[in-house]
């Protein structure tokens, strides 16, 4: 089971709890320009904790979109700009899970 979120405009919200667990946004679309990052998460083991990580990640200034894979246990950021670590490790831990570094 993989979850993906698109990071979304101020002011909207998705819920982790959905049927899909995503947000999304029209602009994400377009990923020309973009970075991907390969994150490896501790812990994830069904849909809800992929939202849960998928949701808080995607609260990152400059995410375009998430997805967070319970499996294997891979979260695969694009964002337009690199990420602060230290930011992907405080949005993992904040949604209860750890974050052991780039895949």
Excluded: F, N, W
Excluded at 35 to 48: D, E, F, K, P, S
């Amino acid at each position: 089971m993989t979850t993906e979120t698109k990071a979304e405009p101020t002011g909207t919200s998705g819920s982790c709890c959905s049927p899909t667990g995503s947000r999304h946004s029209d602009a994400a679309e377009g990923q020309k320009g973009r970075i991907t990052t390969v994150y490896q998460v501790t812990g994830m083991t069904c849909g809800h904790c992929e939202g849960a990580v998928a949701g808080e990640i995607s609260g990152i200034d400059g995410v375009v979109s998430v997805q967070a894979v319970a499996a294997t246990g891979q979260v695969t950021v694009t964002s337009r700009t690199p990420l602060d670590e230290d930011a992907v490790r405080a949005a993992v831990d904040e949604a209860g899970y750890e974050l052991a570094g780039q895949a």
